[in-house]
């Protein structure tokens, strides 16, 4: 009997060993304001990888790095306050408060050395977390987001899109989604992110939108003394020497022919990448010095503008069709032109002559296709290295 009892003993942690490692625990902590915070949490090793979603997703989206990763790190991703399971009751929002969440449950976690992801939203509060925790991380990477550093939303570019969630929250999203992927990408997935994006509360959308006015991320970035990696995608190219002029030590690896989710489009290969960014920022960490994965960003070209008149400027003003669903809409205030994707701020673009002008946030540039008298027929988008012609709706 009692070899027996042994023998099954050790069939059962046999059979436990076999199984792997548990699955993520769902867990809480309280924010500084006393907001709960939902987190799922598996696995052990350092460096632990702690994981931020991007405004309106939850901390789902980070389901198949929890379980890739968790046999060897402790692995967390949670829900920032008004998104997924955590609480929605704030008086005040803002990226710092956000780092001041991530903070919360890496000290809940009583983690010692950790590398922080962000994706999108997630990455600019990634980097405040680190500015909180300067002895335990490691670096941080962006998961496209980071493409540049240079652009500040002004209180009015907020109060318009926070209202345009406000007045009619599923199409606002809707279109922001569609835009986030190729036009190409599997339509289940689309629906997948939309619908899960869906649940956050649009309220709490209104709040974070409006809470972004004048946050400046290369102030931030400037600040931090780890270094900064990206893992984008293609769809909005990363202006490399924009950024490493912010952030010297700046590196990404770009996935092609990816959009704003790589870890829902491609997770194998998106966690191949995560290895190869978790691996060097090891290696940096103790003084070595891992080969780069964008090659040295080339000095961007000076470029001068010239004034316009308010019937030159006109000529540009319209919609125009760069894919199904994702309109670029020029219009005109005062002698300022100004750009606005589908589901993105506006910002300035700056004329070079009568028919191309410039953005100074990202290294792109506009060609209008001006021929006679009338208003531009259509427009090409230059940026990195694509030539993406555009339709003007009439």
Known sequence: MLNAAIATTL????????????????????????????????????????????????????????KAFSPDHRVIALDLPGHGESGIERKKWGLPEFGDDVRAVVEAEGLKKLIVFGNSLGGPVAIEAALRLPDKVLGVVGVDTFQALS?????????????????????????????????????ALVADAERRMGQTSPQAA??????????????????????????????????????????????????????????????????????EVVSALVRRSRGETP??????????????????????????????????????????????????????PSVEIFAESEKEFFLKVVDAQLSFQIDGPGPAKGVVLHQGGRDIPAKRLE
């Open 11 to 66: 069939a059962s942690a046999i059979a436990l060993a076999q199984a792997g490692p548990a699955g993520p625990e769902r867990k809480t902590c309280k924010a500084a304001d006393g907001v709960p915070i939902v987190y799922s949490a598996a696995g052990s090793g350092e460096p632990a990888l702690v994981f931020i979603h991007g405004g309106l997703a939850n901390r789902g989206f980070w389901d198949e790095q929890l």
């Open 151 to 187: 652009y500040k939303m002004t209180a009015e570019q907020a109060r318009q899109r926070a209202e345009a969630f406000r007045a009619d929250f599923a199409g606002s999203l809707k279109g922001m989604v569609k835009s986030l992927f190729h036009p190409d990408a599997p339509p």
């Open 206 to 275: 209104y709040q974070m939108f409006l809470s972004m006015a004048d946050y400046d991320p290369a102030a931030a970035a400037r600040r931090l003394t780890v270094p900064l990696y990206a893992i984008n995608g293609d769809l909005f190219p990363t202006d490399v020497a924009g950024v490493s002029s912010v952030k010297p030590d700046f590196d990404v690896i770009v996935m092609k022919h990816m959009g704003h989710y790589p870890m829902l489009e491609r997770p194998e290969e998106f966690n191949r990448d995560v290895s």
């Open 291 to 344: 080969a780069r994965f964008a090659p040295k960003p080339e000095p961007t070209k000076v470029r001068k503008e010239m004034r316009l008149t308010p019937e030159q400027l006109d000529r540009c003003v319209g919609r125009y069709e760069l894919m199904p669903g994702f309109v670029l809409t020029i219009t005109r205030e005062g002698d300022r032109l100004l750009s606005q994707a589908t589901g993105q």
